[in-house]
């Protein structure tokens, strides 16, 4: 995509007919995803830990008069009872799934927090329990045709490192040292999803995106970057476009990741963009499939677990 081809949410086929789950689609990016899908005639499903703030951001969309609507679900990531009730729910009340937007997610939290389950909150929240809910869900994405998954992750996967040996930040903690680790993970997970799918003759596209810097309350904790949202983030209608590009573009390739075409990709609207050398290690990405699928219990698209020492480098 090139810098001339300034590709809006106006531009986005239309979606009637289609089901999404938005996860985190109270605020910021996941609520304009939301919006943006709902618009153009999807029914969306806005997939919430706080089911006030859900509804009142329902309630919002649905002022906007869009062609498709919206219905606000429970769901806290950060608890794996949460996510298989969730995906319950979810089955037992549509017969398709065609975007799955893993959005939600936590930043920088300042001290070491743990989830329901035990997890370090921020790998446990921004790549587990999205891996747990992409896993129970997987077999109705299959029988979608053109279904996609969009992880969403950051620019601060170049940061990240994954740290095998302390993997739930135990024996030290770094709030944007577990973030990067955590969306380097997103990206990881991606890779190796989309390997999966094709290894399985599924017909599942994989991508994943970032916003970039876009002003939203997910720096609440991150200080100066909260700080200097008002001088540099753009807002969220812009910082969500490569997000709903990735989600329903027209030309999006499997294993994909989008983020704003601007300066250091911070702002501005969608293109492709590369990755760490560290997110496209498929030993690593093999080696944390089993490590997510042991620690959360959900299995999909198996093959044998790998070594550890390979995945180390």
């Given at each position: 995509?090139?810098?001339?081809?300034?590709?809006?949410?106006?531009?986005?086929?239309?979606?009637?007919?289609?089901?999404?789950?938005?996860?985190?689609?109270?605020?910021?990016?996941?609520?304009?995803?939301?919006?943006?899908?709902?618009?153009?005639?999807?029914?969306?499903?806005?997939?919430?830990?706080?089911?006030?703030?859900?509804?009142?951001?329902?309630?919002?969309?649905?002022?906007?008069?869009?062609?498709g609507?919206?219905?606000?679900?429970?769901?806290?990531?950060?608890?794996?009872?949460?996510?298989?009730?969730?995906?319950?729910?979810?089955?037992?009340?549509?017969?398709?799934?065609?975007?799955?937007?893993?959005n939600?997610?936590?930043?920088?939290?300042?001290?070491?927090?743990?989830?329901?389950?035990?997890f370090?909150?921020?790998?446990?929240?921004?790549?587990?329990?999205?891996?747990?809910?992409?896993?129970?869900?997987?077999?109705?994405?299959?029988?979608?045709?053109?279904?996609?998954?969009?992880?969403?992750?950051?620019?601060?996967?170049?940061?990240?490192?994954?740290?095998?040996?302390?993997?739930?930040?135990d024996?030290?903690?770094?709030?944007?040292?577990?973030?990067?680790?955590?969306?380097?993970?997103?990206?990881?997970?991606?890779?190796?999803?989309?390997?999966?799918?094709?290894?399985?003759?599924?017909?599942?596209?994989?991508?994943a995106a970032?916003?970039?810097?876009?002003?939203?309350?997910?720096?609440?904790?991150?200080?100066?970057?909260?700080?200097?949202?008002?001088?540099?983030?753009?807002?969220?209608?812009m910082?969500?476009?490569?997000?709903?590009?990735?989600?329903?573009?027209?030309?999006?390739?499997?294993?994909?990741?989008?983020?704003?075409?601007g300066?250091m990709e911070?702002?501005?609207?969608?293109?492709?963009?590369?990755?760490?050398?560290?997110?496209?290690?498929?030993?690593?990405?093999?080696?944390?499939?089993?490590?997510?699928?042991?620690?959360?219990?959900?299995?999909?698209?198996?093959?044998?677990?790998?070594q550890?020492e390979?995945?180390?480098?």
């Amino acid at each position: 995509m090139s810098m001339q081809n300034r590709w809006t949410a106006a531009q986005m086929p239309d979606q009637t007919g289609r089901v999404a789950i938005v996860t985190g689609a109270n605020s910021g990016i996941g609520f304009e995803t939301a919006k943006a899908l709902a618009l153009k005639g999807a029914t969306v499903v806005m997939a919430c830990r706080n089911l006030t703030k859900g509804e009142t951001a329902a309630d919002a969309i649905r002022l906007a008069k869009p062609a498709g609507s919206v219905q606000v679900m429970a769901l806290d990531l950060s608890s794996l009872a949460s996510v298989r009730a969730f995906a319950g729910e979810f089955i037992r009340s549509f017969d398709r799934l065609d975007l799955l937007i893993n959005n939600a997610g936590v930043m920088a939290l300042p001290k070491r927090v743990e989830t329901a389950d035990g997890f370090e909150m921020q790998f446990g929240t921004n790549h587990l329990g999205h891996f747990a809910l992409t896993g129970l869900l997987f077999g109705l994405l299959d029988r979608t045709p053109g279904s996609r998954v969009v992880n969403v992750s950051s620019g601060a996967h170049r940061a990240g490192r994954m740290r095998w040996d302390d993997i739930q930040s135990d024996k030290s903690y770094s709030p944007f040292v577990a973030y990067s680790q955590s969306k380097l993970a997103n990206l990881l997970f991606t890779h190796e999803l989309q390997r999966r799918v094709d290894k399985a003759g599924a017909k599942v596209t994989v991508t994943a995106a970032h916003p970039g810097w876009t002003a939203t309350n997910l720096q609440t904790h991150s200080g100066i970057a909260g700080f200097l949202n008002p001088f540099f983030g753009q807002q969220p209608p812009m910082g969500a476009l490569p997000t709903l590009y990735a989600a329903v573009g027209p030309d999006v390739p499997p294993a994909s990741y989008y983020g704003p075409n601007g300066f250091m990709e911070m702002r501005g609207y969608p293109k492709r963009v590369g990755t760490s050398s560290a997110a496209q290690n498929q030993a690593g990405a093999v080696l944390l499939w089993a490590v997510s699928e042991e620690l959360t219990g959900v299995t999909f698209l198996s093959e044998t677990a790998p070594q550890p020492e390979t995945a180390m480098a």
